[in-house]
């Protein structure tokens, strides 16, 4: 059974950084895709970062320049560093991948506020 735990959230003043963690247990995480989505209070949860096995990346526009996803295949543990946080990126920030990854763990709660 797979499992995808994500850390690293907290409360940050806008403009401040956080970086989220996400520990997957399972084989074959270097082969598959992974990604972080989030969803705010009412609203859809939606793709904030995406990574291929080989290192690809790909942001949604709200977060370019500011957000970086990154993986360690030898750890099993996928990234997203985030700078120039600003109230918008609050959310519960989820990370899920292909494959065996196919599924959400409990999410991790981003706070942006002064």
């Known amino acids: 059974q797979v499992q995808l735990v994500e850390s690293g959230g907290g409360l940050v003043q806008p403009g401040g950084s956080l970086r989220l963690s996400c520990a997957a247990s399972g084989n074959f995480f270097s082969i598959y895709a992974m990604g972080w989505y989030r969803q705010a209070p009412g609203k859809q949860r939606e793709l904030v970062a995406a990574i291929t096995s080989d290192g690809r990346t790909n942001y949604a526009d709200s977060v370019k320049g500011r957000f970086s996803i990154s993986r360690d295949n030898i750890k099993n543990t996928l990234y997203l560093q985030m700078n120039s946080l600003k109230p918008e990126d609050t959310a519960v920030y989820y990370c899920?991948?292909?494959?065996?990854?196919?599924?959400w763990g409990q999410g991790t709660q981003v706070t942006v506020s002064s």
């Open positions: 899920k991948g292909a494959g065996p990854f196919d599924s």
